[in-house]
């Protein structure tokens, strides 16, 4: 007699880890790059100067620009999303409070791909997509038994699910603010001797009022030879990065920014010659 076919199937285990991947990896990047950029979290990086779950203070800012109920409550949607990429990241990777984190990452990212990011064509919209597409099977699905949460749902433990809602909620929630912020100037002196034909001299940079497309010009103290920009940033980081450009062309190229760091006072002064690393 013909035997008949069994279909193909994996261990449940493989299921699990197969549905655990894209959940571990999108809530790393959540946590370690993407939230922590803008949410102080232990690791987030020193020269944002960010607080314990502080939110950037230039991400209201932005959330305003969305305009409707964002532009109403700024410092709460900010601070959620914020919250939702560096904590729910955390929890992603842990599987803990799995469906619920998972549903912030999933609200945080259809914001960001229509709000932000929609006008800018569909290749700026993929990242957050792609964020969007590995928490929904977290949302449906929950973490499977590669996550905390299947340990701690076991009937041996059935009370500790509440507690530890209660716990996050009130731990994590309740510190949130806005990181403060103080206007910095900076003096630029840059010293051009050396360079032929000095027609326009500029500066590039991170921070508003400058940006990396277009060049804040400096004035002459000594033509072809001395030129000064005074520029004020309102800004809550400890330093700001910018390059100095000669008739529209970077110096220092294939090499890293200039580093600029804010001195207790709220003026700094910063000397320069063009296409020279600083020491």
Same mark, same amino acid.
């Given at each position: 007699?013909? =035997? %008949?076919? /069994? &279909? *193909?199937?994996?261990?449940?285990?493989?299921?699990?880890?197969?549905?655990?991947?894209?959940?571990?990896?999108?809530?790393?990047?959540?946590?370690?790059? !993407?939230?922590?950029?803008?949410?102080?979290?232990?690791?987030?990086?020193?020269?944002?100067?960010?607080?314990?779950?502080?939110?950037? $203070?230039? !991400?209201? =800012?932005?959330?305003?620009? @969305?305009?409707?109920?964002?532009?109403?409550?700024?410092?709460?949607?900010?601070?959620?999303?914020?919250?939702?990429?560096?904590?729910?990241?955390?929890? +992603?990777?842990?599987? %803990?409070?799995?469906?619920?984190?998972? +549903?912030?990452?999933?609200?945080?990212?259809?914001?960001?791909?229509?709000?932000?990011?929609?006008? =800018?064509?569909?290749?700026?919209?993929?990242?957050?997509?792609?964020?969007?597409?590995?928490?929904? &099977?977290?949302?449906?699905?929950?973490?499977? /038994?590669?996550?905390?949460?299947?340990?701690?749902?076991?009937?041996?433990?059935?009370?500790?699910?509440?507690?530890?809602?209660?716990?996050?909620?009130?731990? +994590?929630? %309740?510190?949130?603010?806005? =990181?403060?912020?103080?206007? #910095?100037?900076?003096? @630029?002196?840059?010293?051009?001797?050396?360079?032929?034909?000095?027609?326009?001299?500029?500066?590039?940079?991170?921070? #508003?009022? %400058?940006?990396?497309?277009?060049?804040?010009? *400096?004035?002459?103290?000594?033509?072809?030879?001395?030129?000064?920009?005074?520029?004020?940033?309102?800004?809550? @980081? #400890?330093?700001?990065?910018?390059?100095?450009?000669?008739?529209?062309? $970077?110096?220092?190229?294939?090499?890293?920014?200039?580093?600029?760091?804010?001195? &207790?006072?709220?003026?700094?002064?910063? /000397?320069?010659?063009?296409?020279?690393?600083?020491?």
């Amino acid at each position: 007699m013909r =035997q %008949l076919c /069994r &279909p *193909l199937t994996l261990p449940h285990w493989w299921q699990d880890a197969l549905l655990a991947l894209p959940r571990i990896v999108c809530g790393y990047l959540l946590a370690a790059n !993407f939230g922590a950029a803008k949410f102080g979290l232990p690791w987030s990086p020193p020269d944002n100067n960010l607080g314990l779950f502080e939110v950037a $203070f230039w !991400f209201p =800012q932005d959330v305003a620009a @969305y305009g409707g109920i964002f532009a109403l409550f700024p410092n709460f949607f900010a601070w959620m999303g914020a919250f939702s990429e560096a904590i729910g990241g955390v929890l +992603l990777v842990l599987g %803990l409070l799995t469906r619920p984190a998972a +549903l912030l990452v999933c609200c945080t990212m259809l914001v960001a791909m229509f709000m932000q990011q929609w006008q =800018q064509g569909l290749w700026n919209m993929l990242p957050a997509a792609g964020f969007l597409w590995a928490a929904l &099977p977290a949302l449906v699905l929950g973490s499977g /038994r590669f996550g905390l949460d299947y340990l701690l749902t076991k009937p041996a433990v059935p009370r500790l699910r509440p507690g530890l809602v209660a716990l996050a909620v009130a731990a +994590l929630l %309740l510190p949130g603010c806005v =990181q403060p912020a103080h206007d #910095k100037t900076v003096v @630029y002196l840059l010293d051009v001797s050396g360079h032929p034909n000095v027609q326009q001299v500029g500066l590039r940079g991170r921070d #508003k009022p %400058l940006s990396w497309d277009s060049d804040l010009l *400096l004035t002459p103290i000594r033509k072809d030879s001395l030129y000064r920009a005074v520029v004020t940033t309102h800004t809550g @980081y #400890k330093v700001t990065e910018v390059k100095f450009t000669l008739n529209g062309d $970077f110096e220092l190229k294939e090499k890293a920014n200039r580093r600029i760091l804010f001195g &207790p006072a709220d003026t700094t002064v910063y /000397r320069a010659r063009f296409d020279v690393v600083p020491r």
